[in-house]
């Protein structure tokens, strides 16, 4: 079992910046390969990719963000952080810490975690 807990969101304006921190906590935090972000757009269901990291420190950007945000984690702490920079109301949504377990191995079966989310808007 993972519990993730986000923080770091609010109201900027756009060109603003945010920094957002996830904490990872629980019994089998060793099995985590992969810290990331997602986003919930206002009014959609599905998430949509912002930026994960690997423990190996691979990592991957949505095309929207790279060059704008960055992603860092420190997983001898079980923490992961997204450098938000150059902010525009299109990254305007609900943000939510993602973990991929692998308890059985990289090529195991998986096990994802969802945070409850931290609300990020970004006003023009």
């Known amino acids: 079992q993972v519990r993730l807990a986000e923080s770091g969101g609010g109201l900027v304006q756009a060109g603003g910046s945010l920094r957002l921190s996830c904490l990872a906590s629980?019994?089998?935090?060793?099995?985590?390969?992969?810290l990331g972000w997602y986003r919930q757009p206002p009014g959609k269901q599905r998430e949509v990719l912002v930026a994960?990291?690997?423990?190996?420190?691979?990592?991957n950007y949505a095309d929207t963000v790279k060059g704008r945000f960055t992603v860092s984690s420190d997983f001898a702490e079980n923490t992961v952080y997204l450098q938000m920079d150059s902010l525009k109301p299109e990254d305007t949504g609900v943000y939510l810490c993602?973990?991929?377990?692998?308890?059985?191995?990289?090529?195991?079966?998986?096990?994802?975690?969802w945070g409850q989310g931290t609300q990020v808007t970004v006003s023009s």
């Open positions: 993602y973990a991929d377990s692998r308890p059985y191995g990289d090529e195991g079966l998986g096990y994802d975690y």
């Open positions: 629980g019994r089998s935090l060793f099995s985590i390969k992969a």
């Open positions: 994960t990291i690997t423990r190996d420190g691979q990592t």
